[in-house]
């Protein structure tokens, strides 16, 4: 009887190995650009903008069958001008181009995570839409490379001069997406990092100590198609910027050293005092996008990839 239990619990053991490994396997990179699509329709309606800029409510639809929102800010005064796809928080697409302000004039799209569920989840809650969390997850480096398809077609967008830029958690995901899609000649990430273990296992404050480890391991170990670490190298010759916090309470600082050292140059490394970047603290937006543009007007007139050196700007300058 133990015997035939044990068969039995060791054939659902199998089985359900089995199916996980199907329902969770994704062949990356590949899987990113095939799940892309194609361009295949585009809804623009009229937003407020402002004395420089148009402003545009945007919805790309793939072929694919996914669509992706976001708010473009352009340029009122003829011309190409460089472009910047951004990410931020759930939801912050029109407030993360809105924030952005550069000297010269910029095409910016500030882009929605491709994710269409509530966005306050209980624990329950969470795990109930894991795999579609996931999915989402998975689906917004495409999303950034069909973004980039949408701005090339454009004619105010000097595609020469494309940035793709991502924050907290949007710099996770531009990480892949930076990687993958060379016509970008630059990648900026504000408060990222690299090692999804150790950050899930910094960021796991109310687990028991104990189990903060097993759990942060497990999460990593469902996302790594997309762990930063496995894809930053192949931003180089192009260039990277990363920004970050010497304090941050929710990126460790090895979880920043790791990144950087994973990285090839041209790269670098810009500490802005004191930690994450909050949507509720205004004074750490502005020190960040005032940091941010001051460092993609200074990427613009640099010399060519491959010839910058790399710059590290600790707390002590």
Not at 138 to 146: C, D, H, N
Not at 209 to 230: N, S
Not at 232 to 261: F, M, T
Request: net charge neutral.
């Amino acid at each position: 009887m133990f015997a035939l239990i044990l068969g039995a619990v060791m054939l659902v053991v199998v089985a359900i190995s089995g199916y996980l490994a199907r329902a969770l396997a994704f062949d990356a990179p590949e899987a990113f650009w095939r799940q892309k699509g194609e361009l295949v329709a585009v809804a623009e309606e009229p937003a407020e903008g402002d004395a420089l800029h148009q402003a545009y409510q945007v919805t790309l639809t793939s072929s694919a069958g996914f669509s992706v929102r976001g708010h473009l800010h352009v340029p009122r005064r003829q011309g190409r001008w460089p472009a910047l796809v951004a990410m931020g928080g759930v939801l912050t697409g029109r407030s993360t181009a809105e924030f952005i302000t550069v000297k010269e004039p910029f095409v910016v799209l500030g882009l929605d995570y491709p994710w269409d569920g509530p966005t306050r989840l209980s624990p329950l809650g969470f795990l109930v839409r894991l795999l579609k969390i996931r999915r989402a997850m998975f689906l917004t480096p495409s999303a950034v490379l069909l973004a980039v398809d949408y701005l090339q077609r454009r004619p105010e967008v000097d595609s020469s001069r494309l940035v793709l830029g991502g924050a907290s958690f949007g710099a996770l995901l531009m990480a892949v997406a930076g990687a993958l899609d060379e016509r970008a000649g630059t990648v900026m990430l504000a408060y990222g990092g690299g090692d999804y273990a150790a950050l899930l296992e910094g960021n796991l404050r109310e687990l028991p100590r104990w189990l903060r480890r097993p759990v942060g391991r497990a999460g990593a170990w469902l996302v790594r198609p997309i762990e930063p670490l496995r894809y930053i190298a192949q931003v180089s010759p192009r260039r990277l910027i990363l920004i970050n916090g010497p304090d941050d309470d929710w990126i460790p600082h090895h979880c920043v050293k790791v990144l950087y050292e994973a990285a090839r140059e041209p790269k670098r490394l810009i500490w802005l005092e004191p930690g994450h970047v909050s949507s509720k603290d205004p004074v750490s937006i502005e020190r960040t996008v005032r940091a941010a543009a001051q460092a993609l007007s200074a990427e613009l007139t640099a010399d060519p990839p491959g010839v910058e050196q790399a710059l590290t700007e600790g707390p002590g300058g």
